[in-house]
């Protein structure tokens, strides 16, 4: 029996695909992951803009600046949650594979931006002016907000399963769930059973009486807040969530605090920037071999040799500590005067020096160091360090793709949306857990036990993650292949498996 069409040209296909829901998802994140890396860059401008302006004027421009940017923060963050984690599955339909490769392209493009955009605001900085800089920055923001919100128009229009919501569906289009859903004694659904967490809100009689006090109103979003968390820690992946967000409490990444450290051990801005990139071909590395993995030994096993991979790398960072040229010294205390150094009293020399090369590494791309270091003695501490946090790249996107797809497959869509919003909130908890680190240890000396506790927590997290995936498959985890996933795509090739 032969159901298949004429087969489509070239020119056809090529058309097919731009005109596709997927690829509109791709232009549309495209185009929303410059916003950080362009947002990060117009700090330069801070400078001159306290040269113009000075007193409450001045203070009045960083209240509305700082509020402002608070609100675009949680409209990107909510966007990305929509976007990434719900209308994703929804346009992958029933297909894990497509799931899997979807969201490989996404982090894909969040590596190319990575690379790009720190150069082109960089070729603009240096040919113009931090005036151009943000100007230029400013309308990219509103006209690519536009055609963002064009594509994504386009997307849900080209969907129609995206505006129907899952309690209004006939036949639900969820993934393959992870485990079976326990049988309930009064014999009701699995999706009745899950109860979703607005579900009492949506209960409510049209003719009953709405007599609720004052107090029951204010402490409304506390219990909303309360069902959000109860509901994330009744997930049957709960362990391989939280096993992602303690891979956030680290200061083993490309970020203000490491590129300071680096500074102060001698690297310029240009090797820092050819570091930069190569982190960011680690992370594209990892994203291509995330699809390959997964579908040789299962979404579950990926995970778990995505964990062992970074653990591996990251010994390298342990190394350093103690390797010629550590600034490590226990004998200088994290905490001396720290009374003092919070209340603005006095400054640690040590934390002086480390807060400047921080302001200085946020402009890496653009401009070098403001004070030239003294060379050091041996650079096999920095070299190990950065080799370390550069090769576990691979494994670390490779294990947030796995769990991020864990989650898109074994939560029910009326929740997914809570479920990822509570994800995101452990992971910036988390961040924010390890800025606090560095500012009660901010001298360099201290860089090294801060090594050490990230080390521990990102260990943590894939302790976390062992026993979710054990408890999942038992001693099948250690198989180097997925049967399970062999024998179910010769029976039903279009079905998905997390095995």
């Known amino acids: ?227 959000g968390w109860v509901a994330y820690y009744n997930q049957n992946i709960f362990l391989a969530g939280m096993s992602l967000s303690f891979l956030y409490m680290t200061v083993l990444g490309f970020d203000c605090i490491t590129t300071g450290y680096a500074y102060m051990q001698g690297l310029n801005g240009s090797v820092l920037s050819l570091l930069m990139g190569a982190s960011a071909v680690a992370g594209i590395c990892g994203t291509v071999a995330f699809t390959w993995v997964r579908k040789k030994c299962g979404l579950i096993r990926t995970g778990f040799i995505s964990g062992t991979a970074q653990l591996s790398c990251l010994i390298l960072c342990v190394v350093s500590v103690f390797a010629p040229g550590s600034p490590l010294d226990l004998s200088v205390s994290p905490f001396q005067d720290i009374y003092s150094h919070l209340m603005g009293e006095t400054m640690l020399p040590e934390a002086e020096h480390s807060l400047t090369s921080l302001l200085t590494a946020v402009n890496a791309t653009t401009a070098a160091p403001a004070e030239e270091l003294p060379p050091l003695q041996s650079y096999m501490s920095v070299s190990l360090l950065f080799a370390g946090v550069i090769a576990a790249r691979i494994g670390l996107w490779s294990f947030d793709l796995t769990v991020t797809q864990l989650i898109q497959e074994n939560v029910m869509e009326s929740e997914r949306g809570v479920i990822n919003g509570v994800q995101n909130s452990m992971n910036y908890l988390l961040d924010l857990l390890h800025f606090i680190m560095v500012i009660l240890a901010p001298n360099p000396e201290a860089f090294g036990l801060l090594v050490l506790i990230s080390v521990s927590f990102v260990a943590m997290g894939h302790v976390m993650y062992f026993g979710f995936a054990f408890k999942s498959l038992g001693s099948r985890l250690f198989l180097c292949c997925s049967p399970e996933q062999k024998v179910e795509e010769v029976e039903s090739p279009s079905l998905p498996t997390t095995v």
């Open 1 to 227: 029996m032969d159901n298949s069409g004429p087969k489509k040209t070239c020119c056809e296909s090529v058309r097919d695909f731009f005109t596709s829901a997927k690829f509109l998802i791709y232009m549309g994140h495209a185009l929303s992951t410059w916003w950080p890396r362009l947002r990060c860059s117009s700090r330069t401008f801070k400078e001159q803009l306290v040269e113009l302006y000075n007193g409450w004027i001045l203070t009045t421009c960083y209240i509305l600046v700082i509020s402002v940017a608070n609100i675009a923060n949680l409209a990107s963050t909510a966007t990305a949650i929509t976007i990434q984690r719900d209308w994703v599955v929804v346009v992958a339909g029933q297909d894990s594979s497509t799931l899997a490769d979807m969201n490989a392209t996404v982090r894909i493009i969040d590596q190319l931006t990575n690379i790009l955009a720190p150069m082109l605001v960089g070729q603009i900085m240096a040919f113009g002016s931090p005036f151009i800089g943000c100007g230029f920055i400013a309308g990219w923001n509103l006209c690519s907000m536009c055609v963002e919100y064009a594509l994504l128009w386009t997307v849900y229009q080209k969907t129609p399963a995206l505006s129907m919501k899952g309690g209004q569906k006939e036949q639900q289009q969820e993934l393959k769930p992870l485990s079976p859903p326990k049988e309930l004694e009064n014999g009701q659904s699995p999706e009745e059973s899950s109860q979703p967490l607005m579900i009492e809100a949506s209960m409510v009689k049209p003719g009953a009486p709405k007599q609720r006090s004052c107090c029951y109103q204010v402490s409304e979003p506390l219990r909303i807040l309360r069902a």
